[in-house]
């Protein structure tokens, strides 16, 4: 069984930056892509950035330039790294991690979010 953690939400202002991290664990055969995602309430959860094995990401165009998505594959460790925030980015951030556990193919694992409010 796998399991994915996020974390590093919380409150800041208009400007300011967050670094979200994503922790998989149990068993994990072998790793793909991982995408960080988020979700406002009543929304549909969108992608926000993602990477893959070979270390290309990709970015929502709205994102590029202020979010950076990087990992550390020999920690199972995902990052975002969000600068310039905006109020509009508030929403709560999801971990997305293809894993194959065993069954040799691909699933996705999801976290339990972490929220990240912009606000003054």
């Known amino acids: 069984q796998v399991h994915v953690v996020e974390s590093g939400g919380g409150l800041v202002q208009p400007g300011g930056s967050l670094i979200l991290s994503c922790e998989a664990s149990?068993?994990?055969?072998?790793?793909?892509?991982v995408a960080w995602y988020r979700q406002v309430h009543g929304m549909r959860r969108a992608v926000v950035a993602r990477?893959?094995?070979?270390?290309?990401?990709f970015y929502e165009d709205s994102m590029e330039g202020r979010f950076t998505i990087s990992r550390d594959c020999a920690e199972n460790k995902t990052f975002l790294q969000m600068n310039s925030l905006k109020p509009e980015d508030t929403a709560v951030y999801y971990c997305?991690?293809?894993?194959?556990?065993?069954?040799?193919?691909?699933?996705?694992?999801w976290g339990q979010g972490t929220r990240v409010t912009v606000s003054s």
């Open positions: 990477i893959v094995s070979s270390g290309q990401t």
């Open positions: 149990g068993t994990i055969v072998r790793s793909n892509a």
């Open positions: 997305g991690a293809e894993i194959d556990d065993g069954v040799g193919y691909w699933q996705i694992f």
